[in-house]
């Protein structure tokens, strides 16, 4: 069972900066994969970001060069430090968790694939508001 538990967005105006952070529950962190998804008002959930075990990282082209991910394994922290916010980036944002073995690569973000339905665990998402 893993836990994971946003802390940080808010509101900001465009062009700003914001950093979610997500505390995860377990020491595996070698067997996970962890990722940042967003769900904007009447649209789809879809990923932002993602760090895989060995450390990699793929971003979707909606935030490259914009947004950074980040993964502090002793203190068991996700980090996403968001720059040059824009208002399309309103959303809620959620941390997840992907298991991931020898035989089964991460598949966030491969080939385009930021729909989530290979996420295992999902936190409880946290609000970001970007006014214009």
Avoid: H
């Amino acid at each position: 069972q893993v836990q994971l538990v946003e802390s940080g967005g808010g509101s900001v105006e465009a062009g700003g900066s914001l950093k979610l952070s997500c505390a995860f529950s377990t020491s595996t962190v070698n067997t996970y994969c962890l990722a940042w998804f967003r769900q904007g008002p009447g649209k789809q959930r879809e990923g932002v970001a993602v760090i895989d075990s060995d450390g990699s990282t793929r971003y979707a082209d909606s935030v490259k060069g914009r947004f950074t991910i980040s993964r502090d394994k002793a203190r068991n922290i996700l980090d996403l430090q968001m720059n040059s916010l824009e208002p399309e980036d309103t959303a809620m944002y959620y941390c997840a968790a992907e298991l991931v073995g020898s035989d089964y690569p991460c598949l966030i973000g491969r080939n385009g694939r930021w729909s989530g339905e290979t996420v295992m665990y999902w936190g409880q998402g946290s609000q970001v508001t970007v006014s214009s």
